[in-house]
């Protein structure tokens, strides 16, 4: 079974640009978490999709979005990019809510310049 | 918010010998506790996990403790191989309704040949 997959995996972006990252879950998985990981501030959540609707929600500015697909396929979006947004972006899948097992992707890095 | 401690942040050991990681964790309705092993360039995977009407769990070279009372859990790899260097980062994961993941910050560990 194909892991969870992350497209692009490199982007490189000016300030005041937006952005969309994409997000492949596992096969049959229904819940996607994104998470960004910076050297300063570790692995933070950002939000989580079940059933193409957002159930957390992480403390990051409004900029920060997604949306989740009826295929349950999950898109990030960041607008009026800044510096400080320059991380990895991680994805990761599970079965379902609940006690379940997270499983990340390879992540996409964003440079913003 | 949940609030995750990890320690130590770099551990170096030789060959062979055993490393232990532990963290510790503020919110008593935690129920889920997984272990991810990050290498550069790649996404968290995850090595073990460990759920909360379990004290001990063990996976060959690795296993994972759990005491609830004292709100810890710490990670053991006995008979450490190079292939062990990496990042590992321990997780806490909220009750349902609250399934995000509270990372610790990491910890380096270096085995020495």
């Known amino acids: 079974k194909a892991g969870v997959t992350q497209t692009p995996r490199y982007l490189i972006k000016t300030r005041g640009q937006q952005v969309t990252l994409s997000c492949s879950p596992i096969?049959?998985?229904?819940?996607v978490s994104w998470y960004q990981q910076t050297p300063g501030q570790g692995l933070q959540f950002l939000f989580e999709?079940?059933?193409?609707?957002?159930?957390n929600k992480g403390n990051f500015p409004g900029r920060f979005s997604g949306r989740q697909f009826s295929n349950s396929r999950s898109e990030m979006n960041v607008s009026t990019l800044e510096l400080g947004d320059s991380a990895l972006y991680l994805c990761?899948?599970?079965?379902?809510?609940?006690?379940?097992?997270?499983?990340f992707g390879p992540g996409t890095r964003l440079l913003v310049l | 918010g949940e609030n995750v401690e990890q320690h130590p942040s770099t551990l170096s050991v030789q060959e062979g010998d055993s490393a232990v990681i532990k963290c510790t964790y503020s919110?008593?309705?935690?129920?889920?506790f997984p272990w991810y092993k990050q290498e550069l360039g790649k996404g968290p995977q995850l090595i073990i996990d460990i759920r909360s009407n379990v004290g001990e769990k063990k996976d060959q070279r690795i296993a994972v403790t759990l005491n609830k009372t004292a709100k810890h859990f710490s990670l053991h790899i006995t008979e450490t191989q190079p292939e062990d260097s990496a990042v590992y980062f321990c997780a806490v994961q909220g009750a349902f309704g609250n399934e995000k993941l509270t990372f610790g910050t990491g910890t380096r560990l270096t085995i020495i040949p």
């Open positions: 990761a899948s599970s079965f379902n809510r609940g006690d379940e097992t997270q499983y």
């Open positions: 096969s049959g998985h229904r819940s």
């Open positions: 919110d008593s309705a935690s129920n889920y």
């Open positions: 999709y079940f059933s193409e609707t957002q159930r």
